[in-house]
């Protein structure tokens, strides 16, 4: 497998924090449709919502994505506070 | 010194500590894979969720069975041994860290599939152990990040 170099490991941790950052700041608006949901995000945009991983990969993957750069999180339901 | 920056989000209801890291698999023939791992002391070991896992498009069935397994918000789950990864963090200054890592876990669930969705990768009390880092937060702030002196 080809060796990534600190500066593509960099740029890759970025736009994966870019995307992180986006989905906490959206949050609130997420909740109110896919709430229970895992969403997927790609460069600021929601690519994909399903209710399990598996069916979300495959989607994502259609679309030509390699899903190990794709930020994936689970909108927690509303009035609820996870503890793991 | 080392200082890696923690992010602290707003989730509805509450504040999350994570941190990001690429997760480069070095004895397995897997892709590298971005994880956010939640920062949690009370676990007593670093582990890559089922949902992360997949991610990873390794058939877990191919890892060895670590003992004993856990218990997450009352799901249960077994553990993988992911043998010999790099772990690249972004320090402050926004270089590079890579951390060897011989104990990360992946976890495959026993409950439910409509439970299993929710559990997040976990960045646990063995990391900060064996990789000699003070976790600090300043709650009243929203500031936390690891630190080592070398």
Known sequence: MKQMCDEEIKRSLDKFEEDGDWFYKHIADLQKEHEGKLVAVKDGKVIGVKKQIETLLRDIEKKGINVSNVYINFVPEKNMIYIY | ?150
């Open chain 2, 1 to 150: 010194m080392m200082k890696i920056p923690l992010k602290i989000n707003l989730v509805p209801e509450h504040y999350r500590i994570s941190v990001n890291i690429n997760v480069i698999p070095r004895s397995i023939h897997a892709r590298p894979l971005l994880i956010e791992f939640v920062v949690d002391t009370g676990s007593p070991c670093t582990l890559i969720s089922f949902n992360d896992a997949k991610r990873l498009n390794i058939p877990i069935s191919k890892l060895s069975k670590v003992n004993p397994n856990v218990s997450l918000g009352s799901r249960k789950f077994e553990r993988y041994l992911l043998p010999d990864v790099d772990l690249c963090l972004k320090d402050e200054k926004g270089d590079i860290i890579k951390i060897k890592s011989k104990s990360l876990t992946v976890l495959k669930p026993t409950t439910s599939l409509t439970q299993r969705s929710m559990t997040p990768s976990i960045l646990g009390w063995d990391f900060l152990l064996s990789n000699n880092f003070r976790l600090v937060l300043d709650a009243p702030n929203k500031e936390s990040y690891l630190e080592r002196v070398d």
